[in-house]
């Protein structure tokens, strides 16, 4: 039941998202299209922010991020949630999603890297991840927004082919 009611705000979330920006919404508007109650919202989500985050977590943690065809996958059905990741990306307010996009692949990618080396990274492996999450996260940004021609299969194939090789060492290399 709790799960069904999360995806519900997120609808609500999503429909509101097409008609204004995210700085915009309230958890008022929010509630009011969801047809409930503050206290409902507020036990499933602490603000619209992490009701922004749980949306992406929904799509991302399906996506296997060393694999292209999952990667090209994911980055497919942002093309098809248009509207939501356009007003992700262009919110820059107190917690903005490009930067939770970021966080999240960096502790994605550095959970990969640990389980393969079998413990701790060292600070080039750390910064190497860092630097690759910030390049595919702002690079996604400006194919979803700018490029309405480039596949996203051909997009996820630059990106791992500009993957640091240290990283693809670690990542691809058995």
Known sequence: MAERTKI?????????????PLAKIFVTD????????????YYH???????????FCQQA???DVLSVESAAKAMNSMRQDYVYFKRAYEDNS??????YMHEY???????IAMERTGGAL?????????LYCYGTVGMTREWLMNDNITPAE???????????????GLFFDK
Request: hydrophobic share 45%; aromatic share 14%.
């Open 154 to 168: 051909t997009i996820v194939t630059m990106m791992f082919n500009s993957m640091p090789e240290s990283l693809k």
């Open 94 to 99: 107190q917690s903005p999603m490009w930067a």
């Open 30 to 41: 929010i509630c009011k299209e969801a047809e409930l109650e503050r206290p409902t919202f």
């Open 8 to 20: 519900w705000i997120a609808e609500a979330m999503k429909r509101l998202l097409v008609r204004k």
């Open 122 to 130: 060292d600070a080039q492996a750390k910064f190497s991840i860092r």
């Open 45 to 55: 989500f602490k603000d619209k922010y992490d009701l922004m985050a749980w949306i």
């Open 105 to 111: 692949f960096v502790k994605r990618y550095s959970e």
């Open 61 to 63: 943690m399906q996506t």
